[in-house]
């Protein structure tokens, strides 16, 4: 086993006394020798945490003690080193920005599929009624250069603002597929998901758990490559190690 323990969390709740929150998170973070960034909005809590097992599972522990944030859950990985320079507590208006503001994962989710399931679709090509399946993916397009699933619809988007109008542009040609949008690890997705459902989008769905999620329970079937991670690990591969250096794709592009 690593040393060095990674967790990728969310949730979607109403927050209100940011300031006070920060400072609490910060101080428990710090205590605990913690690295990494939490971003703390009106909405909810995103984070990307790094550091010893005990430690890092204690802060959950702790923050869980508060009834707001009970229900949250992360996704592991493991590393030999600290991926992380420092701790940072931010506060931010969304904690994945879209612009739209009456999508509200809060009040209601959009229908999402485990990724077992999504690898039944994915053998035969085809959802359980017969529709065929298109991966629809949500990130920047530097994001999908280091991997992504195989015939997955991107749209080379800079960031994820422009997402809404590019995936309304092609609603009619997709009309008669079963969707599954997908990114990182599923927050984007809260949001793409409910808004295809609220473009007319009906056969649409998102990848619980994001790629994270497939490549811990699934690993590399129907996917090529590796997944960027914003810390300084700068990918994972399936089987949720870091991409070796000669790989890089930051090498390559500062050489």
């Not at 009456?102 to 599929?113: L, Q, S, T, V």
């Not at 920047?140 to 995936?167: C, D, M, Q, R, S």
């Not at 250096?245 to 500062?254: G, H, Y």
Request: glycine share 8%; charged share 30%.
């Amino acid at each position: 086993m690593k040393p060095i323990l990674n967790i990728a969390a969310y949730l979607f709740v109403s927050l209100d006394n940011l300031t006070e929150l920060r400072a609490k998170i910060l101080d428990e973070c710090n205590s605990r020798h913690l690295k990494g960034t939490i971003l703390l909005t009106g909405e909810g809590i995103n984070m990307f945490l790094a550091g010893s097992d005990s430690e890092l599972r204690g802060f959950l522990d702790w923050l869980r003690q508060d009834s707001r944030f009970a229900p949250i859950q992360g996704k592991d990985s493991w590393s030999e080193t600290q991926p992380f320079k420092k701790m940072l507590v931010k506060i931010k208006n969304e904690i994945i920005r879209m612009n739209h503001p009456a999508i509200r994962p809060e009040e209601g989710r959009a229908n999402f599929i485990t990724p077992k399931k999504l690898q039944e679709w994915l053998d035969r090509g085809t959802d359980d009624l017969g529709r065929p399946v298109v991966m629809v993916d949500t990130r920047n397009a530097f994001e999908v250069e280091y991997g992504t699933f195989e015939n997955a619809l991107h749209f080379n988007i800079e960031k994820f603002t422009e997402f809404p109008a590019a995936i309304t542009a092609h609603k009619d040609e997709l009309a008669d597929k079963t969707l599954v949008s997908f990114c990182t690890g599923g927050i984007r997705c809260e949001k793409s998901g409910l808004y295809m459902r609220e473009i007319g989008m009906q056969h649409s769905y998102q990848l619980e758990g994001g790629i994270l999620k497939y490549f811990e329970e699934v690993g590399s079937a129907h996917y090529t490559g590796s997944c960027f991670v914003f810390d300084e690990r700068e990918a994972l591969e399936p089987n949720l190690d870091s991409i070796p250096l000669e790989r890089s794709i930051r090498k390559k592009q500062t050489a």
